[in-house]
């Protein structure tokens, strides 16, 4: 069986287990790494496999790798400490803080809408290449410029990338900081947390290369073309609707520089599963956790706000439910990344799992099944 470092409680040892079989199950040993949080100490933090190609770096314990859209629950969990503040009003509109917003229709998008896909702005329109995302200013021009697809509010797309600047743009306009830079500073400086938006040199050495999905069969992001085009990165579902001028979103990105260096805050989130779950623990335990206080339980309590429930217009599939920025289910709320990564808390059992890895697959469910042998743990 494949070996797996960390620790984790008695209770929790069949977790453990699960990162093993699917170590083992991949031949290439690509690494991975497993948090759970219960009252903001974990009960579990393990990792295993490889954290390069060539199987010679082991995945240590500080090893970081991009964790595309589980970043969207961090840049959430901000926009709620600024409403807990009073300084950010979700039922209000982007305008009142982003004034040029307001072209084209977009009068009446709420900030509430950006948190949960239904603004109607699922695609940057006029994209040519994936360097665009790394002009912060010239995107959120766009999008201050673009019309809505649907009347905001009434329907749901998916706003794959999209998301992050809407939310990202609201919050530097209201504190003069990127949501980059206010993460750091109020959240995982605070909680001591090892996730980034948008990753100084100096961690270069601690990250993992992703591994694209079997998907990802063009040329690499760097050599795309105006003509390259094709659908976007959707998330936990994979690839999702075609932008109608925007390039493909190619998973190899996140392996340069560039990608590293930019605040993406949809999609370039930097961390493993320990950080997640730490950060993401505040949520699960009324907005405060190992003395630090983030935000009060009622601020929390907004997560929990349905925003939506029906189909997807981007994702499709079956029904899904969307609070202030995550996805609703029960009384968790969760959302993961391209190619498997993934976070969920449940304020009943003050309990946050996350789980985050190196090889992408389409369609997987190596975090779901962490997360139901985390619940089976519980119910022993």
């Not at 695609?123 to 999008?143: C, F, M």
């Not at 320990?274 to 993401?280: F, L, M, T």
């Not at 009943?348 to 099944?369: I, T």
Request: hydrophobic content about 40%.
């Amino acid at each position: 069986m494949a070996e797996v470092s960390g620790t984790s409680t008695e209770t929790y040892e069949p977790v453990r287990a699960v990162l093993a079989a699917q170590l083992d199950a991949d031949d290439t040993g690509a690494g991975a790494s497993v948090a759970v949080h219960i009252d903001g100490e974990p009960v579990v933090d393990i990792w295993g496999g490889y954290a390069d190609d060539a199987r010679t770096v082991p995945w240590q314990r500080d090893t970081i790798v991009n964790v595309w859209s589980t970043t969207k629950t961090m840049t959430a969990l901000c926009a709620l400490i600024l409403a807990d503040r009073g300084l950010l009003d979700l039922d209000a509109p982007v305008a009142r803080y982003w004034p040029e917003f307001a072209a084209a229709g977009k009068e009446n998008v709420l900030v509430r809408h950006a948190l949960s896909h239904t603004a109607g702005l699922p695609a940057l329109h006029g994209r040519r290449t994936i360097q665009d995302l790394y002009d912060w200013p010239a995107v959120t021009e766009r999008l201050a410029a673009q019309a809505p697809e649907w009347e905001p509010g009434t329907a749901a797309g998916y706003h794959s990338v999209t998301q992050g600047y809407l939310v990202g743009e609201v919050v530097r306009r209201v504190t003069g900081r990127t949501l980059g830079t206010f993460f750091a500073e109020e959240v995982a400086g605070p909680l001591g947390v090892d996730f980034h938006i948008g990753l100084a040199a100096e961690h270069d050495h601690r990250v993992a290369p992703v591994i694209p999905p079997p998907s990802e069969f063009a040329r690499p992001p760097e050599d795309a073309g105006p003509e390259d085009v094709g659908p976007e990165d959707a998330g936990e579902e994979g690839a999702g609707e075609e932008a109608e001028s925007g390039p493909r979103l190619y998973a190899s990105a996140a392996n340069t520089v560039a990608w590293r260096r930019a605040e993406i805050p949809a999609a370039n989130g930097h961390g493993n599963a320990r950080s997640a779950a730490a950060a993401q623990s505040v949520l699960a335990c009324g907005g405060a956790v190992r003395g630090v206080r983030l935000l009060s339980e009622a601020g929390c309590a907004r997560a929990w706000e349905e925003q939506f429930r029906g189909v997807d217009r981007v994702l499709g599939g079956g029904p899904v439910c969307y609070g202030l920025g995550y996805r609703l289910e029960g009384r968790t709320c969760s959302w993961g990344g391209w190619g498997g990564s993934i976070v969920l808390f449940d304020p009943d059992h003050r309990m946050a799992v996350s789980y985050v890895m190196r090889r992408m697959r389409e369609g997987d469910s190596r975090g779901l099944e962490v997360i139901l042998a985390t619940y089976d743990c519980l119910t022993r």
